[in-house]
């Protein structure tokens, strides 16, 4: 069984950072491709960042993120963590993280609420 969990996420201010968690337990990190999404209210859920498996692993950001948020893995701890600074109010949303186990087969986690103040 797979359950993946977040955890990282608060109350903050604008332009403050924070390093969001992505633990799995039953599926093993470096071999799937892990991905950051986030939904905030009344829109649909967006990708924000995804890193491959492999060695290193290649990353992919969205344009509205780029340059501001850092995925990366350590496999010791079997985690994902995206990084994002300088955060703004439109960044506050839940973000979840998804584990690919597979094109059809992946599993989300309960997601984090980060929450930013002007």
């Known amino acids: 069984q797979v359950q993946i969990v977040e955890s990282g996420g608060g109350m903050v201010r604008a332009g403050e950072s924070l390093r969001l968690s992505c633990v799995a337990r039953?599926?093993?990190?470096?071999?799937?491709?892990i991905g950051w999404y986030r939904q905030a209210p009344g829109e649909e859920r967006t990708k924000i960042a995804t890193?491959?498996?492999?060695?290193?692993?290649?990353?992919t950001y969205a344009n509205s993120m780029k340059g501001r948020c850092t995925i990366s893995r350590d496999n010791a701890k079997n985690t994902v963590y995206l990084q994002i600074n300088s955060l703004k109010p439109e960044d506050t949303a839940v973000y979840y993280c998804?584990?690919?186990?597979?094109?059809?087969?992946?599993?989300w986690g309960q997601g984090t609420q980060v929450t930013v103040s002007s």
């Open positions: 998804k584990v690919f186990r597979s094109a059809t087969v992946y599993y």
């Open positions: 039953g599926a093993t990190v470096s071999i799937n491709t």
């Open positions: 890193i491959t498996s492999g060695t290193g692993g290649v990353t």
